[in-house]
Structures are given as C-alpha cells and as structure tokens.
Antibody
Framework: EVQLQESGPGLVKPSQSLSLTCSVT????????WGWIRKFPGNKMEWMGY???????SYNPSLKSRISITRDTSKNQFFLQLNSVTTEDTATYYC????????WGQGVMVTVSS | IQLTQSPSLLSASVGDRVTLSCKGS??????LAWYQQKLGEAPKLLIY???SLQTGIPSRFSGSGSGTDYTLTISSLQPEDVATYFC????????FGAGTKLELK
C-alpha cells in the first residue's frame, strides 16, 4: 500500500525557511510525480509544485522565486523548501502522489510566527 | 482558471440525493477531480477525469459535466459522507475550488 508521511517543524519564524520531508513507502518515487499541496486556514487549497520520476520540477508561478522541491531516491523521500516565509504561509502542508493526488499524507500544520 | 463551488454549505438527510456544483472560469476539458475531506483527515480522491471513480470509492458517488460546469452526485447520502468536498482542475495549471461542506440535517 502506498503511504506518505510528512515531517518537519510546526513553527517557523518569519523570513526564515520552511523545510519539510515526505517519506514514501510502498511505491518508488522514481515512478510517477510527487508534489506538495497546502491548505490555508479558511479552506483554500493550493498546489505548490511537484517533482517528477526523473527529478524534473514544476512550481506554482506564485511561489516560483521561493520554492524548491528536491528528492533523495536512496531514502525514497522528497523535500519542500520554502524561503522567506511570512505569516501568510501558515497552513497545513500535504505531500501527495501524482498530478491528481491519488494518495496523500496526513498533513503537517505549520505556523509562521515570531 | 478559477473554480466556484456551490453551495458552500449543504444540509441534507440520510438517503437524500445530493448534488454539488463546480463551475470553471474557462473550459476545463473534463480535467476535473473531486476530493472528500473529513475532519482531521487527509483529502481522499473520489473522482478524476470528470466521471472516473477512484478504486475503492462507493458507487453512490458519481461525477458528470463538460466545458465549464461539473457536478458531483451522491445518490443516497450516508452518515459517513459528512465532509467537505473540493473540486480540482488540472487542465490549465492546477486550482482547487473553495469547497462545499456537507452536513446532516
């Protein structure tokens, strides 16, 4: 069974970087696409970007200057880094498989606050 | 592409036929999916490509639509269907609707 699990700090200070890890079991990240989605307070959801089976990336244009998605195939993990965060980046962050997100992690709530 | 879901809140009774709407600001070309999110859980994919039922999803869920207008139908509402439902388009970029919260009357 495909399972995804996010991990990372739940509190980040403004202007710092947010770094999250998605650990995948039951499926190799060298197949398919793997992405990050966030849900803001109030329910708005946003695709942040994804990394492909080959390691190529695609990012939401609204985040392009701040976001980086990378991977470690030996650990079957992929990562999110979001730079220069503000309070508006406070959200629950999910990792997911595929362009239509058929499998999701449970999500990690990240608060940006000093 | 902007997605508008309606209604934002829907109250219905067990056994009711429930219809949720998702309208795009442009043609979505059937690249439309529906997710269910229960409180405290991750979203679950229900329908993709407008009307393809994801494996393991009960057949009371169905999707339809074309162009800019799409619908998720629950043929007979069950108590476990209480959740928020999101539509998502992947025709031009990736955008989610704001969600419809479904509660029991």
């Amino acid at each position: 069974e495909v399972q995804l699990q996010e991990s990372g700090p739940g509190l980040v200070k403004p202007s710092q970087s947010l770094s999250l890890t998605c650990s995948v079991t039951g499926y190799s990240i060298t197949s398919n696409y793997w992405g990050w989605i966030r849900k803001f307070p109030g329910n708005k959801m946003e695709w942040m970007g994804y990394i492909s089976y080959s390691g190529s990336t695609s990012y939401n244009p609204s985040l392009k200057s701040r976001i980086s998605i990378t991977r470690d195939t030996s650990k079957n993990q992929f990562f999110l880094q979001l730079n220069s965060v503000t309070t508006e980046d406070t959200a629950t962050y999910y990792c997911a498989r595929g362009g239509i997100a058929d499998y999701w992690g449970q999500g990690v709530m990240v608060t940006v606050s000093s | 592409i902007q997605l508008t879901q309606s209604p934002s809140l829907l109250s219905a009774s067990v056994g009711d036929r429930v219809t949720l709407s998702c309208k795009g600001s442009q043609n979505i070309n059937n690249y439309l999916a529906w997710y269910q999110q229960k409180l405290g859980e991750a979203p679950k994919l229900l329908i993709y490509n407008t009307n393809s039922l994801q494996t393991g999803i009960p057949s009371r869920f169905s999707g339809s639509g074309s162009g800019t207008d799409y619908t998720l139908t629950i043929s007979s509402l069950q108590p476990e269907d209480v959740a928020t439902y999101f539509c998502y388009q992947y025709n031009n970029g990736d955008t989610f609707g704001a969600g419809t919260k479904l509660e029991l009357k």
